[in-house]
């Protein structure tokens, strides 16, 4: 099987810098894009969060929006704030120190912004769906605010922040991707976008170098998350024993995009380049043939910042 060793000079989009963004970081951009472009699909999930789609969801609320793009920048703003919150017993949109939230964001990111946090919930998935979505507050709206276009996101502990943010930026094709893994069975999402409305020809995971074809699960095939799974066991051996890698490829005719474009993230024994993100400076270019088969809690506390900051609206559900 041939190795690709990435050059690190010029990191490409959704390649780790600096321990960003960690698997759950990841994860919450993934959900928050699923919020966004299918809305009406976690109704459950807003159930049992204490809302309800069909009567608390303003019309813009309950229409799915183009999704967001991660930045690193705004990743950076979003983890200082969920560790100083972690490390401080704090939980407001101004540090600790009292910094306002918008003097802090700008020392990362030059263009407007916003934020949601969160604090109490058990994972990514509920704080975004029975915590943010149902809140009470801006918490929904900032998800699906139409004007947003980036998004950075910092976890410590329970402590979770989003940091939206509008940059005018062409959309990379393929947003984001993550591996789940329960017991034997690993499932990889990633979520594509089309500027133009056109549907991809294929998207895949390519894992361990081998591909492995995936179907739409939320939105629509031009703005859309896409779920494949298989058995351990169907793992490629490669140069590193127990080592699991992976990355995704979403194609339209002879154009190919990438995530993360000049590198893959994984799990397991691998000699990682980023310990802490889980990324490995390389891509195993896939043998041809392949494929995979297709599948288809107490909450916290949440805060939002749109404009003007809102002061956290302490919220403990049990």
Not at 83 to 92: E, I, K, R
Not at 121 to 140: I, K, N, Q
Not at 155 to 179: C, D, L, S, W
Not at 296 to 308: R, S
Request: glycine share 12%; net charge negative.
């Amino acid at each position: 099987m041939l190795l690709l060793l990435s050059s690190l000079a010029f990191a490409g989009y959704g390649d780790a810098v600096g321990g960003l963004p960690s698997p759950a970081e990841r994860e919450l951009v993934l959900w928050t894009n699923a919020a966004r472009v299918a809305p009406e699909r976690f109704k459950d999930e807003y159930k049992a969060g204490g809302c309800s789609f069909d009567v608390d969801f303003t019309e813009t609320e309950r229409t799915a929006q183009d999704p967001v793009r991660w930045n690193p920048d705004l990743n950076e703003a979003a983890r200082f704030h969920s560790v100083d919150m972690a490390d401080n017993d704090w939980f407001n949109h101004s540090s600790s120190d009292g910094t306002p939230m918008n003097q802090r964001v700008a020392r990362y990111y030059d263009h407007p912004a916003s934020e949601n946090i969160a604090w109490g919930y058990p994972d990514v998935y509920t704080a975004v769906f029975e915590g943010w979505m149902c809140s009470e507050t801006g918490h929904r709206g900032n998800i699906m605010k139409p004007d947003w276009d980036e998004l950075g996101t910092g976890i410590k502990g329970v402590y979770y922040t989003q940091n939206f943010g509008k940059a005018g930026i062409e959309r990379h094709p393929v947003g984001v991707g993550m591996h789940f893994l329960s017991g034997n069975l690993v499932r990889f999402r990633a979520e594509v976008f089309d500027e133009g409305g056109v549907a991809p020809d294929r998207v895949d995971v390519v894992w361990n170098g081998e591909h492995g074809s995936m179907n739409l699960e939320y939105g629509v095939p031009a703005r859309g998350v896409y779920l494949t799974s298989r058995d351990l066991a169907q793992a490629l051996e490669t140069e590193e024993p127990g080592c699991y890698e992976y990355y995704f490829e979403a194609a339209w005719g002879e154009t190919t995009a990438r995530f993360p474009e000049t590198g893959s993230y994984g799990w397991g024994d691998c000699t990682f380049a980023d310990g802490d993100a889980k990324w490995l400076a390389r891509q195993l270019e896939p043998d041809e043939g392949g494929g995979c088969s297709s599948v288809g809690a107490p909450a916290g506390l949440v805060a939002t910042f749109a404009g003007l900051l809102v002061l956290a609206r302490r919220r403990r559900e049990d």
